[in-house]
């Protein structure tokens, strides 16, 4: 097996890795739901490196982003229910749907003109059409909270649940009683510890994420800037650890906790922003 410029290769690759006995162990025991939080991932990956403006990681990471495409189409393939090719039939059929100013029609004609208004009008048909299509209790049922799109990342899902759910007055009047719920639920969190239920404590951890979610709405901060922050936050502090024991000689694994929280502790310290000096108005100290 060679490297290829064609995608076939690579959706050989796949085949050979989930081929029973001769395969691989590892991707052999995968399936849908354990493969999609590597694809929630790797779309991230792609979103960093665009950030970061490194195309050497942004071709590397769109690979890893196909590898998923390719993972997912060969499971479905196993289970006969669709194979890549109809994967890249479905997004190539809409695209040309979606862009009448673009694409000839039947006719050989292009229409440029209604474009924002075509495109809504065809997204609503396509929405119409997978509603039929599944034909279930749950698509016949139109809740309101059915235009949240299920595949957003769970803080930015949360928010959106949230916000939904608030149009019709189901919502908290005051940050503080979001924070008793905050309370509340690390309350629950400390109970379900006692019982050591894993399943419980999981359950528990996500109200708590829910309602966390809920006080940065209600403060006006968006929950994954506000994480993603935070990440960078500790990520310094960490770092100021580390280069504070390198400058001693020594390294992570030396130090004990009680000192790697003292450096820790400096570090809140020497990061602390500096408000930017102004003149002082009447009353201010």
Not at 173 to 201: C, S, Y
Request: hydrophobic share 40%; aromatic share 6%.
């Amino acid at each position: 097996m060679t490297p290829s410029r064609d995608i076939s290769r690579l959706i050989e690759i796949m085949a050979a890795l989930r081929t029973p006995v001769t395969g691989c162990p590892w991707d052999l025991e995968q399936n849908f739901a354990t493969i999609a939080p590597y694809t929630i991932e790797e779309a991230y990956e792609v979103a960093d490196a665009i950030t970061r403006g490194d195309f050497d990681d942004l071709r590397d990471e769109l690979g890893d982003l196909l590898l998923q495409v390719v993972y997912h189409a060969r499971m479905a393939e196993e289970q006969n229910a669709f194979a890549f090719g109809d994967v890249v039939e479905a997004i190539t059929k809409k695209m040309i749907r979606r862009h009448p100013h673009v694409f000839a029609d039947k006719d050989g004609n292009i229409q440029p003109a209604g474009v924002k208004s075509a495109w809504e009008r065809i997204k609503a048909e396509e929405k119409a059409e997978r509603a039929a299509r599944r034909q279930s209790e749950e698509t016949a049922h139109s809740s309101l909270l059915a235009s949240v799109k299920a595949g957003l990342p769970a803080l930015t899902r949360a928010m959106e649940l949230q916000c939904k759910a608030s149009t019709v007055g189901f919502d908290w009047n005051d940050p503080r009683a979001v924070l008793a719920k905050i309370r509340e639920e690390a309350d629950e969190i400390e109970a379900a510890l006692d019982r050591d239920d894993k399943q419980e404590l999981a359950e528990e951890t996500g109200d708590l994420m829910f309602a966390v979610v809920n006080l940065a709405r209600h403060v006006g901060a968006d929950p994954e800037t506000a994480l993603r922050g935070t990440n960078a936050k500790f990520e310094r502090r960490f770092a100021y650890i580390e280069k504070a024991l390198a400058a001693k000689g020594r390294s992570l694994e030396d130090a004990t906790l009680e000192e790697m929280d003292g450096l820790w502790n400096e570090a809140k310290r020497e990061q602390q922003v500096i408000p930017s000096s102004r003149s002082s108005k009447p009353g201010e100290r």
